[in-house]
């Protein structure tokens, strides 16, 4: 065979493969969608929104996609729909060969809980994103109280940082509370010794204990390695041998020291 019939003959192959690929293409895009998917990715332990709430809000606000012609179907307009969702953190829409569209959503996972002095409370994410509070859900969440970020529901799904506000108005405080928990949540030590923290200023952070009536002087949001050291020092070789009843609080912002703060109620109640 020379080689001008062998190139004929891969030119009529390829040609056919062409037209054979293009009719499966517009035979797939006709066929109708025989699935809506939706799978949380990582969610495990998170199940405060359901497949179902999914599908109705895309269906509400675009289309029914189960029943749909596949090629009328438009992934994005979906994406962005199930992206408005406040407990959404990513999500992937595509189409598999069997005609089923699937949506892979990850959700965002909540560290801690703020109540601003109003009495409203939010949660921000681990990735520092503002969400509302699901409703019939709990969560062991690390509380935070004080002078923070008021409540606006404006502010679901931006990050602390992004949010331009005044540092009077407490954005600054949130910022620094939640890098202080995301320090907490790290550590396995802490996870359940650590309940609240309050913000006095933007230049102060008090830690409330879980188990104990003291509290610890945090300060600012600095030299957060060397400061969780010493918490590591204060509850494994000082809480368990002192009776922490004769002290009010204890301040850890001066570098290599404890200072503790006498409970004068204490040594009045001893003298009676």
């Given at each position: 065979m020379n080689?001008?019939?062998?190139?004929?003959?891969?030119?009529?192959?390829?040609?056919?493969?062409?037209?054979?690929?293009?009719?499966?293409?517009?035979?797939?895009?006709?066929?109708?969608c025989s699935e809506f998917r939706i799978e949380f990715v990582d969610c495990d332990s998170v199940s405060y929104i359901t497949s179902e709430q999914i599908r109705d809000v895309v269906r509400v606000e675009y289309q029914s996609v189960e029943g749909a012609v596949i090629g009328d179907i438009d992934l994005e307009i979906i994406k962005d729909i199930i992206a408005t969702n406040p407990y959404v953190s990513d999500v992937n829409v595509f189409k598999s060969l069997d005609a089923v569209i699937t949506a892979e959503i990850n959700l965002r996972v909540p560290l801690m809980r703020v109540f601003d002095k109003k009495g409203n409370s939010y949660m921000v994410d681990k990735k520092g994103e503002i969400m509302p509070v699901p409703e019939g859900h709990s969560f062991y969440l690390i509380c935070v109280t004080g002078n923070v970020l008021d409540f606006n529901p404006e502010f679901f799904g931006k990050r602390i940082q992004q949010l331009e506000l005044k540092s009077s108005e407490g954005s600054e405080a949130l910022n620094a509370s939640w890098m202080i928990a995301s320090v907490l949540d790290r550590d396995p030590e802490f996870q359940e010794l650590i309940s609240q923290i309050n913000v006095v200023t933007g230049d102060s952070i008090e830690l409330i204990p879980a188990i104990g009536?003291?509290?610890?002087?945090?300060?600012?949001?600095?030299?957060l390695q060397e400061k969780l050291e010493k918490l590591k020092i204060l509850y494994a070789n000082i809480i368990p041998y002192v009776d922490m009843n004769q002290y009010t609080g204890v301040d850890i912002t001066i570098k290599n020291q404890f200072v503790f703060q006498k409970n004068m109620l204490y040594e009045t109640e001893r003298e009676q």
């Open positions: 080689k001008k019939l062998r190139f004929l003959i891969g030119i009529v192959v390829l040609i056919a493969l062409i037209l054979f690929f293009r009719s499966r293409i517009n035979s797939y895009d006709s066929s109708i009536d003291f509290i610890i002087t945090f300060g600012k949001p600095e030299e």
